[in-house]
């Protein structure tokens, strides 16, 4: 069930041979038959204002941006912004504003790790942020487990049914039922902002399937657990790699409602930043070195291999030793928090039920 990081390299590799193949027959249909691509305006920021607010208000920028609290990061912004407001909107539209506050954020974020190695919140490149476990936390319901790491702190709820309580699936495929369903919510209020909560988008669902897929290998069969299972992941607080705490949320809900799962999952992101032919990769990205960054490169598993992985990126693609570094520095940020942070709490579950 669990595939090693070499061997997920290696399949990486073979699937893009066969890749290469199915770009070479959709390029032929296009010399054949394309149509000429559309032009279209590029409304790139003015350089030169860009430079002159690099010139007065970088030291201010970085000032703000170092912190390892992203609400103080963003209450230290709101000055710069008046100030920019004030200098350049009756000049160049209030649109403008906010244009410069992703590039100066971007810049700053971009230059501290490639010429520095440092990050907004002053951690180590592999270090991953302060972490944490619970189970048993809601006494009503069959499970739960809590993981935060950081900002971030994901609740997940484990309810369990018989197995008429299975979904039936309405697709087009031939008539079929889970009996392991996962659900992830992302309210408004997690990211500190108040709108009404909607029913779930491409994000949620997304990030629910890729917890919910991450766990799949290591569920007990229907004959050794004839239950249908339900996971509910509640993000309470959002500084990045939400679905990776749902991962471990989802390990933790499993175990303390007693399902025997065969092996506990963990999940973790690895971040990139590219120049020219210059990289370098960081363990355990949070919001604004994601949002500013190439790539989100999230992997789950367990002790023995990978059991989930997706990955968004902002460049034209990655090279096999960039691949091959992430795995690697999310295998071992994956040990540690299994290891150091999970394996105490599931050890005293294991304690408990004896």
Same mark, same amino acid.
């Given at each position: 069930?669990?595939?090693?990081?070499?061997?997920?390299?290696?399949?990486?590799? %073979?699937?893009?041979?066969?890749?290469?193949?199915?770009?070479?027959?959709?390029?032929?249909?296009?010399?054949?038959?394309?149509?000429?691509?559309?032009?279209?305006?590029?409304?790139?920021?003015?350089?030169?204002?860009? !430079?002159?607010?690099?010139?007065?208000?970088?030291?201010?920028?970085?000032?703000?941006?170092?912190?390892?609290?992203?609400?103080?990061?963003?209450?230290?912004?709101?000055?710069?912004? !008046?100030?920019?407001?004030?200098?350049?909107?009756?000049?160049?539209?209030?649109?403008?504003?906010?244009?410069?506050?992703?590039?100066?954020?971007?810049?700053?974020?971009?230059?501290?790790?490639?010429?520095?190695?440092?990050?907004?919140?002053?951690? +180590?490149?592999?270090?991953?942020?302060?972490?944490? &476990?619970?189970? +048993?936390?809601?006494?009503?319901?069959?499970?739960?487990?809590?993981?935060?790491?950081?900002?971030?702190?994901?609740?997940?709820?484990?309810?369990?049914?018989?197995?008429?309580?299975?979904?039936?699936?309405?697709?087009? &495929?031939?008539?079929?039922?889970?009996?392991?369903?996962?659900?992830?919510?992302?309210?408004?209020?997690?990211?500190?902002?108040?709108?009404?909560?909607?029913?779930?988008?491409?994000?949620?669902?997304?990030?629910?399937?890729?917890?919910?897929?991450?766990?799949?290998?290591?569920?007990?069969?229907?004959?050794?657990?004839?239950?249908?299972?339900?996971?509910?992941?509640?993000?309470? &607080?959002?500084?990045?790699?939400?679905?990776?705490?749902?991962?471990? /949320?989802?390990?933790? %809900?499993?175990?303390? %409602?007693?399902?025997?799962?065969?092996?506990?999952?963990?999940?973790?992101?690895?971040?990139?930043?590219?120049? +020219?032919?210059?990289?370098?990769?960081?363990?355990?990205?949070?919001?604004?070195?994601?949002?500013?960054?190439?790539?989100?490169?999230?992997?789950?598993?367990?002790?023995? /291999?990978?059991?989930?992985?997706?990955?968004?990126?902002?460049?034209? /693609?990655?090279?096999?030793?960039?691949?091959?570094?992430?795995?690697?520095?999310?295998?071992?940020?994956?040990?540690?928090?299994?290891?150091?942070?999970?394996?105490?709490?599931?050890?005293?579950?294991?304690?408990?039920?004896?």
């Amino acid at each position: 069930n669990e595939v090693d990081e070499v061997t997920m390299l290696n399949a990486i590799k %073979a699937a893009h041979e066969e890749i290469k193949k199915i770009i070479e027959f959709i390029n032929g249909i296009v010399a054949e038959i394309g149509k000429p691509k559309k032009e279209f305006q590029d409304m790139d920021l003015n350089h030169d204002l860009l !430079e002159a607010v690099k010139a007065e208000f970088l030291d201010e920028f970085k000032a703000a941006m170092d912190t390892d609290d992203k609400n103080v990061r963003d209450e230290r912004l709101l000055p710069i912004r !008046e100030k920019l407001e004030e200098k350049y909107a009756e000049e160049y539209g209030a649109g403008i504003i906010e244009e410069l506050m992703y590039k100066m954020q971007k810049y700053v974020v971009r230059r501290w790790l490639l010429d520095e190695g440092k990050r907004v919140d002053g951690r +180590g490149i592999n270090e991953i942020r302060p972490l944490a &476990s619970e189970v +048993g936390l809601l006494p009503r319901v069959h499970g739960s487990g809590m993981f935060t790491r950081g900002q971030t702190q994901v609740l997940t709820i484990a309810t369990l049914g018989s197995t008429k309580d299975s979904q039936l699936m309405d697709d087009l &495929s031939t008539e079929q039922y889970k009996r392991y369903l996962h659900h992830y919510n992302f309210p408004p209020y997690s990211v500190g902002e108040a709108r009404a909560p909607r029913s779930p988008g491409r994000r949620e669902i997304g990030h629910g399937a890729l917890a919910e897929r991450a766990l799949v290998p290591v569920l007990p069969s229907v004959e050794e657990f004839p239950y249908t299972i339900r996971l509910v992941s509640e993000v309470l &607080s959002s500084n990045g790699s939400t679905s990776q705490a749902s991962i471990c /949320g989802s390990t933790l %809900a499993l175990m303390d %409602a007693g399902v025997p799962i065969t092996a506990p999952v963990a999940g973790i992101s690895c971040g990139l930043i590219t120049e +020219g032919d210059r990289w370098m990769t960081m363990l355990d990205i949070q919001g604004v070195e994601d949002f500013h960054g190439d790539m989100d490169f999230k992997v789950g598993g367990t002790h023995k /291999g990978i059991t989930a992985i997706q990955m968004d990126i902002k460049v034209d /693609g990655l090279t096999y030793e960039i691949i091959e570094e992430a795995f690697e520095k999310c295998r071992k940020g994956r040990l540690f928090i299994l290891d150091e942070i999970m394996l105490p709490v599931i050890l005293s579950l294991i304690h408990i039920s004896e």
